[in-house]
């Protein structure tokens, strides 16, 4: 009886996620970088985001601000999914290069408070610039297993200083949950924006909503299906025309996953396996050259997150060259290994990258480098 009640819960999931919303016609095109060209020295620096307030601290976001600052967030308490684990975040200054101190922006009390929902844990902060301009952080709440989260929006009008209170995202008709997020929004030309989903419940697949400038969920695509494809990233190289790639949780060999689509993130193939070993950990990329080039940084080993690398295509992603190795583990230190793994990388408009992560989940690790450093790396 219960296998029995488990199966038509999840057959009704399945057809409750796979509802599209007909308000608006679909997008307009994926709106890609400007041509850039790497000059000056080349930089890479390297250094630590969060100041060990929290214990453990994972999954971090990154977006530039208007005086072209980098605001960082990320979750942070005693050890993921306990009830003091809150959204942190902090401010790299450019001027100094240097961060500040890093603070509480969004906990489990304001959580409540904004949503009117029960919330037992917190993770997951996606940070991007909105259609309206304001900041926009999404985060997912659950109220048990992450498989029963939701996706939370708050929106900043002065730059991540102050945060309007939370909202649930409104991604299903009936059963409004099992929706999580951690791949970095992608921009359309039609100013609505792109975020990339997942779903953990009883299946693992990706979707990617479409969202208008206040936030309303205004369609979604289907990406993949089944138990073993999650927390998929949209690197779009032409108007029409983008790939994802999907961390994959199923049976070895583990590889990445990826999937392409030809209408601007309205329809997908069925994701394939690539070549390039992962062991069941988030990456994360982004276009530059006007969608010439792709970057991907991934955990490049098939069972242990202590490989940190940064690769390229050419070639539209049929092809990755490993061209710089982040973290390699250090076999004699003197710390836990826990792995360097949920990376967040954006460039700014003057063509520098910023680059976050989780540092064996005690810290968030900063890597900034510049076009010319990139270039030599070719």
């Given at each position: 009886m219960t296998m029995r009640i488990l199966f038509t819960l999840g057959l009704i999931l399945c057809l409750?996620?796979?509802w599209v919303v007909i308000q608006q016609p679909g997008p307009a095109g994926f709106s890609l970088s400007n041509e850039l060209n790497g000059s000056g020295s080349p930089i890479y620096q390297e250094a630590f985001a969060s100041n060990q307030a929290t214990k453990e601290v994972h999954s971090a976001g990154v977006v530039e601000l208007s005086n072209g600052n980098i605001r960082?967030?990320?979750?942070?308490?005693?050890?993921?999914?306990?009830k003091d684990v809150a959204i942190y975040t902090n401010v790299w200054d450019a001027s100094t290069d240097s961060?500040?101190?890093?603070?509480?922006?969004?906990?489990m009390k304001a959580t409540r408070h904004g949503t009117g929902r029960y919330s037992r844990k917190l993770g997951n902060p996606v940070i991007t610039r909105g259609p309206d301009d304001n900041l926009w952080l999404f985060y997912v709440s659950a109220v048990g297993g992450w498989a029963t989260s939701s996706i939370n929006l708050s929106i900043s009008?002065?730059?991540?200083?102050?945060?309007?209170?939370?909202?649930?995202?409104?991604?299903?008709?009936?059963?409004n949950f099992s929706t999580l997020v951690k791949g970095k929004a992608v921009q359309f030309a039609d100013g609505t924006i792109g975020l990339p989903v997942y779903h953990e419940f009883l299946a693992k697949f990706g979707e990617l909503l479409r969202l208008d400038a206040n936030g309303e969920v205004l369609d979604k695509s289907?990406?993949?299906w089944g138990r073993d494809s999650l927390q998929p990233i949209i690197l779009p190289y032409a108007e029409q025309h983008a790939i994802s790639m999907l961390r994959y949780a199923g049976e070895p060999p583990n590889r990445i996953m990826i999937q392409s689509t030809e209408d601007a993130g309205l329809s997908w193939p069925s994701p394939v396996k690539t070549a390039l070993p992962n062991p069941n950990a988030a990456i994360t990329g982004l276009e530059i050259n006007h969608g010439k080039q792709l970057l991907m940084i991934f955990n490049n080993d098939p069972?242990?997150?202590?490989?940190?690398t940064l690769a390229i295509s050419n070639d539209q992603g049929a092809s990755w060259k490993p061209i710089h190795i982040f973290e390699l583990w250090d076999k004699h230190a003197d710390y836990d290994n826990q792995g360097y793994s949920y990376p967040s990388l954006i460039q700014t408009q003057k063509g520098d990258f910023h680059l976050v992560y989780s540092?064996?989940?005690?810290?968030?690790?900063?890597?900034?480098?510049?076009?010319?450093?990139?270039?030599?790396?070719?």
């Amino acid at each position: 009886m219960t296998m029995r009640i488990l199966f038509t819960l999840g057959l009704i999931l399945c057809l409750a996620q796979a509802w599209v919303v007909i308000q608006q016609p679909g997008p307009a095109g994926f709106s890609l970088s400007n041509e850039l060209n790497g000059s000056g020295s080349p930089i890479y620096q390297e250094a630590f985001a969060s100041n060990q307030a929290t214990k453990e601290v994972h999954s971090a976001g990154v977006v530039e601000l208007s005086n072209g600052n980098i605001r960082a967030v990320w979750y942070g308490g005693s050890r993921e999914g306990h009830k003091d684990v809150a959204i942190y975040t902090n401010v790299w200054d450019a001027s100094t290069d240097s961060w500040g101190k890093e603070h509480v922006t969004i906990d489990m009390k304001a959580t409540r408070h904004g949503t009117g929902r029960y919330s037992r844990k917190l993770g997951n902060p996606v940070i991007t610039r909105g259609p309206d301009d304001n900041l926009w952080l999404f985060y997912v709440s659950a109220v048990g297993g992450w498989a029963t989260s939701s996706i939370n929006l708050s929106i900043s009008k002065d730059e991540g200083e102050t945060w309007e209170p939370p909202r649930r995202l409104i991604t299903s008709p009936s059963f409004n949950f099992s929706t999580l997020v951690k791949g970095k929004a992608v921009q359309f030309a039609d100013g609505t924006i792109g975020l990339p989903v997942y779903h953990e419940f009883l299946a693992k697949f990706g979707e990617l909503l479409r969202l208008d400038a206040n936030g309303e969920v205004l369609d979604k695509s289907r990406q993949s299906w089944g138990r073993d494809s999650l927390q998929p990233i949209i690197l779009p190289y032409a108007e029409q025309h983008a790939i994802s790639m999907l961390r994959y949780a199923g049976e070895p060999p583990n590889r990445i996953m990826i999937q392409s689509t030809e209408d601007a993130g309205l329809s997908w193939p069925s994701p394939v396996k690539t070549a390039l070993p992962n062991p069941n950990a988030a990456i994360t990329g982004l276009e530059i050259n006007h969608g010439k080039q792709l970057l991907m940084i991934f955990n490049n080993d098939p069972e242990e997150r202590g490989h940190l690398t940064l690769a390229i295509s050419n070639d539209q992603g049929a092809s990755w060259k490993p061209i710089h190795i982040f973290e390699l583990w250090d076999k004699h230190a003197d710390y836990d290994n826990q792995g360097y793994s949920y990376p967040s990388l954006i460039q700014t408009q003057k063509g520098d990258f910023h680059l976050v992560y989780s540092w064996n989940v005690r810290k968030i690790k900063h890597i900034h480098f510049n076009r010319s450093w990139l270039e030599s790396k070719l």
